[in-house]
Structures are given as structure tokens and as C-alpha cells.
């Protein structure tokens, strides 16, 4: 950063063609300095550009000034790849255009500003939808879910966002414009020389990257370098890419149909090796969900005193919750009957539930600990720092064992739940903030969390991306050969280190914990973070 960019009175002043609107009134900035993270970075100065051109024209003007773009959309990411000191890109605003569905081809072309919501409002006339489903999806825009690889419950059966994106339209940093689309080699000049350059490091590469590329389901963490060796398609290699090697300015996408009829089987398990073990038997039955809740999420709920809408017994260490879906009831009935049978002498108990009513009381134990920790945290803040690690999924036992011993050892109560069937878990630990040298504790489990995962195999980061806050441990988790190319491919896209500093490739002396918002706050403005 400049001295220019840290002084509101003396910022440079936008492009004469700029036609958006620009600001860098404090009021303004400061709107764009929280995401939905524990991170808080008030911005240099904010841009709303109207449309692609827009964008072009602030980067070449950011490249001409020395200055950073961060991209953002709805701001819902959680690990702060949305926001930071540059200059903050509204690509929300503007840009919340959904194309017509084309029902034959099943796709549908978004710009970045456009809710998972609402394209799926666009395509269920056509009994369409796009089936990475992150919880956030009333909220969350395309340019997030391009941005993070994003996922959810349903990816299990579906797969991440990646391999949904049909094409991407990119301003890059020179500020020229481009489309990567799948199965073609870009027409721009710009990004096909980027693109030789890229494939001639890693050709030099490949056995380091097929040898040392983590054996998950799904990742959102580093650079998608091993996808883009196997597909040669630049949209790999965007997806995922979190703002730092190109700013997305719109995208085709691709729909699927919408299944119509879901059950659901209920699990129950008195140890983790049970549980993990039952994981393998249901992926081999194609389920549409596994997702788990631990043995802290289960005593969370059943010591509130709340009736979760289903009996929650003493001794359970997990739970597993398996939908099935199919195009007829007895489709799915006969699904949920061979998770039974694929259950039997592994799960402790196993409930069924196949009318919309049942659900629902079954999904309520999941939903019931969120209204929980807000009411229950007291000066505690649910902070998420370690909420996103995936490792292999014959490794999930030992993950949860890592995740309770190093919490336990730090005195820090907290749930655990999430995507078992992707080996992907989240973890909420309870913080009291008003406590000295929290911030050091929690800055210590990062590295001692990142460290075991490395050891298990995984990444810390399955479908919210590195952001600033896992960019510190990006080397521990990938070792240097990797880390290295994946810095060599963004000076490729990136020779300035414009887009996005800080995020995914750490800045020098950066920190998981630089940016949090909770350092310093009075214990009358604490808030639980969102569960």
C-alpha cells in the first residue's frame, strides 16, 4: 500500500471514463469492512462500476496508480477473501442480471451480484436448479460461490461449484477483458499468453502436483493447479481463485433437474469408528446428503432443555443424517431401505422418515443448536477460525478426535457438525473475548489444527477458502513445492500482486488473526458471530 491509498484527502481520483460511482467518504468505507467472518478490514476507498467495461476501467486505473482491488459480491465468504485494505469492487450492486434459461441445454448465464436464490427462482419453471446448495444460498452470489469453489449439503451426490461453471467473462490485471470456456482455448491474447506460460511451469511439475495433491472429495483451498493439468480448461483454474488472478464479471452456468421426491434415515452411533465406518457404506448408495452432527453438537442441544423434535439419547457420539432422493416415493423408499440394510450391525439405531413432516422434525435437530449458541454464549463469541477443514473420509474419526483434543487443551468449549460424506467439518468454538490472551490461544489452534490436517491428509479449507485467515498456514497444509507454484501461477495472472493481496498466498509477516474484529471490543458489544 502507499502513503496516497492510506490518505482518503489525497486519493487519486477515478478514470474521467469511470462511470459507476466512487467513494472514499469514511461511512461508505466502513460498510464494506465486515463480511459475515470474524475479519474486519475497512477498505482505501469504494467502487461500484455498471458493468464489465466499468471493471476494466478501474483495474487499468488501480495498475496505473499502484493500488489493490478487493472483488466482493454479497459479502457472505467467511474467511475474509471479501474484504481488505485496497480498493473494495462492488460486483453486487450492478450486477445481479440471470439470463433466460435455456431449459435445453440446462444453463443459465448469471452476473456475479445474482443469489443462488434467486437463479433458482429463475430456473424452477423449467424444474431446473443449480444443486451446490451452501447455506447461505438466500444470500450468497454467484461471484462468491465462483470466488470459493463453493459447496453445501447436497455436493456430496453433486460435486462443488467448479464443475458447474460452463464459461467465465474476466477482467484481468493489465484491465483487458476475456472469456475462458470450457473445452476451448481462450481467444484473448492476454490470457492465452498467460495460459503458455502456465502450462509450461506446470508441465515441468506434474509429478509433484499428481504425488502431493491431497486425496479429498472436495477442496476450495490454494489454487485448482491439479484440475487444470488433467482439463486444460482456464475456468479450473478461476474457480476457486478467490479474486486474485481475475475479476468475474459474469458466467454460464449449468442446471439440473430438480429431484422429486427426498427421504431421510437417522443414524445414531455410540463411537466415532462406527460412524466413520458407516460413511463408506453410504457413499456406495449415492446418498443426496451425509451430513453429521458430533457428540458436542448432541449434548449442546439436549442440555438446553429443548425439545429438538426428535429423542436424543445419552452416549451418542454421532449422528448421520442421509437423504435419498429419487423421481417416485417408491424409489425412495426402496433407497432408504438399503441404507437400513447397509446399517445393520453398524449404526446403533436407524429411523426413517419419508413425508415432508417427518423430515423436518428429523432436520430440526440439526437447526436446533444455531438459535442455541446465540442465547447460550453469554460473553462467549462463536467465532469461526477453524470451521472449514476436509481431510480423506477414512480419516473423519481421527479429524474429530484431533479437533476435541486440541479445543480440550485450550479450554475452549465448542460444536462440531458438517459434511461427512465429503469428510468436511465445521467447528464453532466458544470464545470468551473478555478473557486475556484469547487471541493468542486462538491464533495457536489455527497452527495446531492446520498441522494435524496436513498430517491427515487434508486442507483447512473444503468450500469457504483460504481467504487472509488460513492464507498464513497455505504452506504448512501444502508443503513448499506446491505453495511455490501456486505463487508462480498468480505472478503469471498477477505480476503486480494487485488482486486481492493477502488472500490465499500470505503477505509477508501476515497472521490468521491480523484482521479480527473482536480484538479490543467492549464486553457490552459483544455479538455471537452467525452459527
Request: with cysteine.
Amino acid at each position: 500500500m502507499t502513503d496516497r491509498q492510506q490518505q482518503s484527502t489525497d486519493f487519486p481520483a477515478p478514470p474521467a471514463a469511470f462511470r459507476g460511482a466512487f467513494s472514499v467518504e469514511q461511512a461508505r468505507r466502513t460498510a464494506f469492512s465486515e463480511h459475515a467472518g470474524i475479519l474486519r478490514s475497512v477498505p482505501s476507498a469504494v467502487a461500484v462500476p455498471v458493468d464489465a467495461d466499468d471493471v476494466a476501467e478501474i483495474v487499468r486505473w488501480a495498475a496505473e496508480n499502484g493500488l489493490a482491488l478487493v472483488p466482493r459480491a454479497a459479502g457472505t465468504g467467511m474467511p475474509g477473501g471479501n474484504i481488505g485494505p485496497g480498493v473494495a469492487v462492488d460486483l453486487l450492486t450492478e450486477f445481479r442480471r440471470i439470463g433466460p434459461v435455456d431449459a435445453a441445454r440446462r444453463t443459465v448465464r448469471v452476473e456475479p451480484g445474482a443469489t443462488l436464490a434467486a437463479v433458482n427462482a429463475a430456473a424452477a419453471p423449467s424444474g431446473l436448479h443449480f444443486p451446490p446448495d451452501p447455506s447461505s444460498g438466500e444470500r450468497a452470489a454467484f461471484g462468491g460461490l465462483i470466488a470459493n469453489n463453493s459447496a453445501g449439503a447436497h455436493t456430496v451426490r453433486y460435486g462443488a461449484t467448479r464443475q458447474w461453471i460452463e464459461s467465465v467473462d474476466l477482467v484481468l490485471a493489465d484491465g483487458s477483458r476475456a472469456t475462458a470456456t470450457r473445452g476451448t482455448r481462450p481467444d484473448a491474447p492476454r490470457l492465452r499468453e498467460i495460459l503458455a506460460r502456465v502450462d509450461e511451469l506446470l508441465a515441468a511439475h506434474r509429478d509433484t502436483l499428481e504425488r502431493g495433491w491431497p486425496r479429498v472429495r472436495k477442496n476450495s483451498s490454494g489454487y485448482a493447479l491439479r484440475e487444470y493439468l488433467h482439463s486444460g480448461d482456464a475456468v479450473d483454474l478461476v474457480v476457486g481463485s478467490e479474486g486474485t488472478l481475475a475479476l468475474v464479471t459474469a458466467a454460464t452456468v449449468r442446471l439440473e433437474p430438480v429431484k422429486a421426491h427426498r427421504g431421510l434415515a437417522l443414524l445414531e452411533f455410540t463411537a466415532l469408528e462406527a460412524a466413520g465406518a458407516a460413511v463408506h457404506r453410504i457413499l456406495e448408495l449415492d446418498p443426496a446428503t451425509c451430513e453429521m452432527i458430533d457428540r458436542t453438537f448432541i449434548d449442546l442441544v439436549r442440555g438446553s432443555g429443548e425439545d429438538p423434535g426428535y429423542p436424543l439419547r445419552e452416549g451418542l457420539e454421532a449422528i448421520l443424517f442421509v437423504e435419498m432422493e429419487g423421481d417416485s416415493p417408491e424409489e425412495v423408499a426402496d433407497a432408504l431401505c438399503a441404507v437400513e440394510r447397509a446399517m445393520a450391525g453398524v449404526a446403533d439405531r436407524v429411523s426413517l422418515a419419508v413425508d415432508q413432516e417427518q423430515q423436518e422434525r428429523f432436520w430440526h435437530v440439526r437447526h436446533a443448536a444455531s438459535p442455541l449458541i446465540a442465547r447460550m454464549a453469554g460473553q462467549r463469541v462463536s467465532m469461526q477460525f477453524i470451521e472449514d477443514g476436509v481431510v480423506p473420509v477414512d480419516r473423519l474419526a481421527d479429524y474429530i478426535r484431533l479437533l476435541r483434543a486440541t479445543l480440550s487443551r485450550h479450554g475452549l468449549p465448542a460444536v462440531i457438525f458438517g459434511h461427512a460424506g465429503d469428510g468436511n467439518l465445521h467447528v464453532n468454538p466458544l470464545v470468551d473475548v473478555t478473557r486475556p490472551g484469547w487471541r493468542e490461544d486462538a491464533e495457536a489452534i489455527v497452527y495446531e489444527v492446520a498441522e494435524g490436517v496436513a498430517a491427515l491428509g487434508g486442507t483447512m479449507a473444503g468450500e469457504h477458502g483460504d481467504g487472509r485467515l488460513r492464507a498464513p498456514v497455505l504452506r504448512t497444509i501444502w508443503g513448499d513445492e506446491i505453495t511455490d507454484l501456486f505463487r508462480a501461477v498468480k505472478n503469471t495472472f498477477d505480476p503486480a500482486g494487485m488482486l486481492n493481496p493477502g488472500v490465499i498466498l500470505p503477505l509477508p509477516g501476515q497472521r490468521p488473526l491480523d484482521a479480527i474484529k473482536y480484538a479490543g471490543v467492549p464486553k457490552t458489544e459483544v455479538r455471537s458471530a452467525e452459527f
